[in-house]
């Protein structure tokens, strides 16, 4: 097992990375209070709910369960709205501990709970999926989708602690597998190329799901993004940088119908975008631009999105939270490993790169 921390001074907070991880001996110093509420989905639940209930009674505490269906399109007031029905039936006080067991969803809908009852109550993160293992169970971003923009209403809430057993990868299925492969390729893009070659190294390996090479990944994309978030927590400068293809792949994933597309599938071609514009306005070589579709390529993620009406597609975009006094500014690559958030780029030269990258 390897450790490493995010540092928020008396917020500090911990992630366990590592294979078959025991729950019991690992969260017990971050449970708070004699209440524990799981939050989990349809999908979830059948594999790994009673292990966590197991360790978690064995603390002598009292649990009480919400199982959410599963899905980006849940992702909702409507059903945010269950757990708290569940936090209040169950007579749950600001002293309980609210614990996300599932992937980004579960843990962003848990977490803006979390932050909303009672005005604010704890919370654990137990991402089993590899997307939440590298980026939403990190940082304390939370929240929920609305039919205009994705993320668009939620909380920053750090958890008390953050536990990924690579074990569970093992039932991922392999398009989610992808997905979080997606989010891992971004750290490189952004600010790493050492990881880079690394991944080009070892990607066969980790499409196999080698537990070591797993384990390595998730622990080099989670230091990288927790160095980010304890320079700007609250995402007022470089943590935008964590953005890399997002705002194009948000456009998709909105367009299309939360789900359709899995998030990580849309940010890989988000990050095609992305680099696509860096090579047009001169920032990247062609050989970058082919380098990037090849590493998105062999994860078995896509590098063009369905056909979308432009001004749609730009009308998306402007929901972006990077929108700054009605200005959009993107996250490009001013070389590989070195991202940079910039309004400095003509907007003729973006459409060419969304339309040039659409089937």
């Known amino acids: 097992m390897q450790t490493l921390h995010v540092e928020l001074g008396e917020r500090r907070y911990p992630i366990f990375i590592g294979n078959k991880l025991d729950p019991q001996a690992l969260l017990e110093p971050y449970i708070h ?3 524990v509420m799981i939050v989990t989905n349809q999908t ?4 790994y709910l009673q292990h966590y209930q197991n ?6 505490k009292s649990i009480a369960v919400c199982t959410l269906p599963d899905g980006e399109k849940y992702k909702n007031i409507k059903h945010l709205n269950l757990i708290f029905d569940a936090l209040l039936e169950a007579g749950f006080n600001r002293d309980c501990t609210v614990l996300a067991l599932g992937g980004g969803v579960i843990g962003d809908m848990a977490g803006f709970a979390s932050a909303c009852f009672q005005r604010g109550v704890y919370f654990i993160q137990v991402p ?8 939403s169970s990190v940082g304390g971003k939370t929240g929920i989708n609305h ?3 994705k993320n668009m209403i939620g909380a920053f809430q750090q958890p008390q602690a953050v536990l990924a057993d690579m074990s569970q990868l093992n039932t991922l299925p392999e398009r989610e597998l992808s997905a979080g492969l997606a989010e891992v390729i971004k ?3 952004l600010g790493d190329i050492g990881f880079l070659a690394w991944l080009e190294e070892h990607m066969d390996g980790l499409v196999k799901r080698d537990s070591a090479l797993l384990a390595e990944a998730v622990y080099r994309s989670c230091a990288h993004k927790a160095r980010i978030v304890a320079n700007d927590e609250k995402e007022q400068g470089e943590r935008a940088l964590l953005n890399l293809g997002h705002t194009f792949g948000h456009a998709i994933e909105s ?3 939360y789900g359709v597309w899995l998030h990580g599938e849309a940010v890989a071609t988000g990050m095609v975008m992305a680099a696509d514009l860096s090579h047009r306005l001169g920032w990247i070589a062609a050989e970058d631009l082919e380098r990037t579709k090849k590493i998105i390529l062999r994860a078995n993620l896509p590098i063009r999105c369905p056909k979308i009406p432009l001004d749609e597609f730009l009308a998306y975009m402007s929901h972006d939270k990077k929108v700054l006094n009605g200005q959009l500014r993107l996250v490009l690559m001013k070389q590989l490993g070195q991202a940079v958030i910039t309004k400095e780029f003509d907007t003729e030269l973006m459409q060419q790169a969304i339309l040039a990258n659409m089937q």
Do not use: K, N
């Open 33 to 35: 209070g004699r209440q």
């Open 44 to 47: 979830v639940a059948p594999l």
């Open 55 to 60: 360790a978690i009674e064995a603390l002598g």
């Open 128 to 135: 089993t999926t590899l997307l939440s293992q590298v980026d």
């Open 147 to 149: 039919p205009l923009g």
């Open 187 to 189: 750290y490189a893009l």
């Open 255 to 257: 367009y299309l119908g």
